[in-house]
């Protein structure tokens, strides 16, 4: 599995992703969205965006274990956020990133949203090739 990152120079150099991926391998993984819940599904952090983001990056770290993907193969993540307010959201964001991606910046999303279930706050997905 390769990844080449591309930060064209026409282009702003952004701090934790990278403006293009290029992914070439064999196996592709897609994983759910996942959501700050423990192992029996219910909710950890009501009300606290932080808890919950670390929580949600941590439960796509062992989704990604799970079929055989390591952080650094991931090429692409999606993030879904109730009521974002970058400034607010972002540095939050960003720790509970590096957490499970360290340096590795794959190609993300971020996406706003009205509404989850009662007291979700995040949610993250991701696409991985190895």
């Given amino acids: 599995m390769s990844l080449e990152l591309i930060n064209p120079a026409d282009l702003p150099v952004p701090e934790m992703y990278t403006q293009v991926v290029v992914a ?3 196996k592709l993984v897609f994983i759910s969205g996942q959501q700050p819940e423990d192992t029996n599904g219910k909710l950890v952090g009501h009300g606290d965006f932080a808890a919950q983001a670390r929580l949600s990056f941590a439960n796509l770290g062992r989704a990604l274990n799970a079929a055989g993907a390591r952080p650094d193969q991931v090429c692409k993540i999606t993030i879904y956020i109730v009521d974002y307010d970058r400034d607010e959201h972002v ?3 960003e720790a509970a990133q590096i957490s499970l991606f360290g ?4 190609a993300n ?3 706003g949203v009205a509404i989850m279930s009662p007291g979700y706050l995040i949610e993250v997905d991701a696409i991985a090739v190895i």
């Fill in 109 to 111: 999303v971020i996406v």
């Fill in 91 to 93: 540095p939050i964001i």
């Fill in 103 to 106: 340096d590795h910046k794959p």
């Fill in 24 to 26: 070439t391998g064999s």
